[in-house]
């Protein structure tokens, strides 16, 4: 499917979201779209798929003039997008989901739609098992369901928001090879990315946003050199990290099994200091998330047992490691972090948290105000959460972290954002370190683990394989930790 979008223009009330965009996409070609967090790509890709109007412009598919109302009617024309957060129904199985939107067979049983979903799994070399709660996937896994269910639609274009982060190395793998197969049959693929190297291993062709406007379109081999100065403008600067002493102990893990996540954890031992940035290295579901989760109290565990600042922890609920000064900040923004349909102001309002009563708006707005200002978010105090791009929405998150926080729980703390938010929120982040906030995260990218961390711990099927400090951790024993061919 040919695509070409004719000076697209879209209004959020004041925002000016797409500022006149051209974009043309020849047939059975992978192609990029690149731009920094708020850059507008969402919004362009949104309305060609059908789920916002455009405010002016044509959109052209096969060189016939399309308008869709719906993102139903988008579907009917061969258009479907994959969300960064995927669009499935947790409670459901994983063939349950796979049946969504596909017409009806009342006579196709249970067993045909599974060996269907079987057969095009296969074809990609997904394992995908069919009854399998679909909560319990990984969101590499889910987006390998939505991608055969999409093609098993019939999709002949497909549009992917940011599908590489909060992904594995190996998931990643698995999916370019997918959209390479994909483009080969002849269906278009539009990949809207943050990451040049994604770009560079799949994309022939990238159209670079930046403010709402195309900023420049480049054809493969790609040059960084030229890229940047796009997506940018001037190169974001080099984080600098200070070089810190770390002495007293403020999180301890000893002995610790849990179960959940792929793996659960087994007999995780490790100490924290205050000061200390730990990264959290491992293939999705290896243990960093049920480690991360139990350092917050939003899980228990099975053995072992935690301290906090001296004091035995095991078992306390969330909000007592809260009022202890943990503070957790968790990787689904919108489904766990934010609560869409709330404003900023709100947001403040909830997060005062106060005894009383009577809500102290004034107070709430008045923060909301200085929060927007002191982080950069783009929007206002009577913004929605949900209205705020993604970069926007983790500034969002880490300005309600409690300013009395001494513990703080990250996860994928960059997911989605563009290098320069990337160091933006690090350089926040290295900030509250250096007064002394331990802080944890966890990352699917190697590079921000060795970049932002004093200390490396990585998990591999639950256990913890390797625990080094940054200095030591050379990305090829690090690499090889992840990957499962080192224990200690
Ligand atoms: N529903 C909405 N209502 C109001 N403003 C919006 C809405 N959706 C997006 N915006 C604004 O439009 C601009 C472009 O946002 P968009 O999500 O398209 O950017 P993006 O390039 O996809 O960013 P990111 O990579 O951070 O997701 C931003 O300023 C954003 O705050």
Not at 170 to 189: D, I, N, P, S
Not at 194 to 211: A, I, N, P, Y
Not at 292 to 318: E, K, P, V
């Amino acid at each position: 499917m040919e695509i070409e979008l004719r000076k697209i223009h879209k209004f959020y009330g004041p925002v000016h979201a797409n500022r006149g965009i051209d974009l043309h996409v020849r047939s059975g070609t992978i192609h990029g779209v690149l731009g920094e967090n708020g850059a507008g790509k969402s919004t362009l890709m949104k309305i060609l798929a059908g789920a916002t109007p455009r405010s002016s412009g044509e959109i052209l598919l096969d060189g016939r003039a399309v308008a869709f109302a719906h993102p139903a009617e988008a579907f009917r024309a061969g258009i479907g997008m994959l969300y960064q957060d995927p669009l499935d129904f947790p409670p459901l199985t994983v063939l349950e989901n796979f049946r969504v939107g596909q017409p009806a067979h009342p006579r196709k049983s249970a067993k045909a739609w599974a060996n269907l979903l079987d057969s095009l799994c296969r074809a990609f070399g997904f394992y995908l098992d069919p009854k399998a709660p679909m909560e319990s996937l990984t969101l590499g896994e889910r987006q390998q369901l939505e991608l055969v269910r999409l093609l098993s639609l019939g999709c002949r274009l497909l549009i992917l928001d940011e599908p590489t982060t909060g992904i594995s190395a190996a998931q990643k793998e698995l999916l370019f090879r997918a959209l390479r197969r994909v483009a080969k049959e002849g269906k278009t693929v539009l990949l809207v990315s943050h990451k040049l190297e994604d770009v560079e291993s799949l994309c022939e062709h990238v159209t670079v946003l930046r403010q709402g406007q195309v900023t420049g379109s480049l054809s493969a081999p790609f040059d960084a050199r030229d890229i940047l100065p796009l997506m940018f403008g001037t190169p974001p600067a080099p984080l600098h990290k200070s070089t810190r002493t770390f002495q007293h102990v403020s999180l301890e893990f000893l002995q610790v099994s849990a179960s959940g996540g792929r793996a659960g954890l087994h007999e995780a031992t490790a100490t924290f200091r205050r000061g200390e940035v730990v990264g959290l290295a491992g293939l999705e579901g290896s243990g960093q998330g049920v480690f991360l989760r139990l350092a917050a109290g939003l899980q228990r565990s099975t053995s072992g047992h935690l301290r906090l600042f001296g004091d035995d922890c095991t078992g306390w609920s969330y909000h007592a490691f809260r009022r202890r000064g943990v503070a957790f900040v968790p990787e689904n923004r919108l489904e766990e972090g934010l609560i869409a349909g709330l404003t900023l102001t709100e947001h403040f309002a909830l997060a005062a948290c106060t005894p009383s009563l009577r809500v102290p708006w004034h107070q709430a707005r008045q923060l909301a105000e200085q929060k927007v200002q002191q982080f950069r978010i783009r929007g206002s105090a009577n913004s929605h959460a949900d209205a705020l791009s993604g970069g926007n929405q983790q500034r969002l998150l880490l300005s309600l972290i409690p300013s009395d926080a001494s513990v703080l729980l990250l996860e994928q703390p960059t997911r989605g954002l563009d290098v320069e938010s990337t160091h933006w929120v690090w350089k926040h982040l290295l900030r509250l370190a250096d007064s002394g906030v331990t802080i944890l995260f966890s990352s699917a990218e190697l590079d921000e683990i060795l970049m932002a961390s004093d200390r490396v711990l990585v998990f591999y099927n639950g256990r913890i394989v390797l625990d080094v400090d940054a200095q030591d951790a050379h990305p090829d024993l690090v690499g090889a930790a992840i990957a499962g061919r080192l224990s200690l």
